[in-house]
């Protein structure tokens, strides 16, 4: 009975350290970024006990939420998933985080291309490594991540293609071939000693 009624009085934040202990750190994985943000906007939460929060609360906090929808959608989504393992954990009965409401998504930026001129500027400046991944991901179609996340394995000069992509099904592990205008800028990354074909010291993603 004392562990129930401990559990009962789980506050948001003690939740949120044992769900994510139970999904993730446990089985060795790292927490994704988009909920650790997504936690850490949702700070009036933390000091309440969860079993108290109603959609009012979660509401507030996805209202007052400076940052842009995809920031909102998190705390929404965070909210619903901690809410999903409470009820599995019988410490509520209800998801009120089901019932938040977000505002109209954004309006995608239309995508302008580089115009000619702009593109002469990049093969003008291809000793500057952003000239270069400018090329490359024009070439390509790479999204930023994508591209850093392709692993030498995965690079085959030889046959002028390489592997990569991710966000849905269809876009990951696809063969992009390379086209012979960006194989020097490829090549001249390429280092079979290494894990990765373009080296960020700044992997915190992962």
């Known amino acids: 009975f004392p562990v129930t009624i401990i559990r009962h009085n789980f506050t948001y934040a003690e939740l949120y350290t044992e769900w994510t202990k139970t999904r ?18 949702s700070e009036n939460l933390h000091s309440m006990v969860f079993a ?12 007052n939420c400076k940052q ?5 959608k998190n705390i929404k989504i965070l909210a619903n998933l901690m809410s999903k393992y409470a009820i599995d954990q019988e410490i509520i009965t209800t998801n ?18 580089f115009s000619s001129a702009e593109m002469a500027l990049l093969w003008a400046n291809t000793d500057d490594m952003g000239c270069r991944l400018a090329l ?7 999204r930023p991540a994508e591209l850093l996340k392709i692993r030498i394995e995965d690079v085959h000069l030889d046959e002028h293609v390489m ?3 991710m966000k849905t099904a269809a876009g990951k592990n696809r063969a992009v071939p390379i086209a ?12 079979a000693d290494n894990e990765y074909l373009v080296i960020d010291p ?4 992962e």
Not at 105 to 112: A, F, P
């Open 163 to 165: 592997y990569g992509g």
């Open 24 to 41: 993730y750190i446990n089985k060795g994985e790292k927490v994704p970024n988009c909920y650790t943000a997504a936690f850490k906007r």
């Open 180 to 191: 012979d205008k960006i194989m020097p800028l490829i090549s001249s990354m390429y280092n």
């Open 52 to 63: 108290d929060i109603r959609k009012r609360h979660i509401q507030s906090e996805v209202d």
């Open 136 to 142: 490359i991901y024009c070439y390509t179609g790479f």
């Open 68 to 72: 842009g929808f995809s920031t909102k």
């Open 202 to 205: 700044y992997r915190d993603w």
């Open 96 to 113: 009120y985080a089901a019932l938040v409401e977000l505002p109209p998504s954004e309006e995608s930026r239309i995508h302008i291309p």
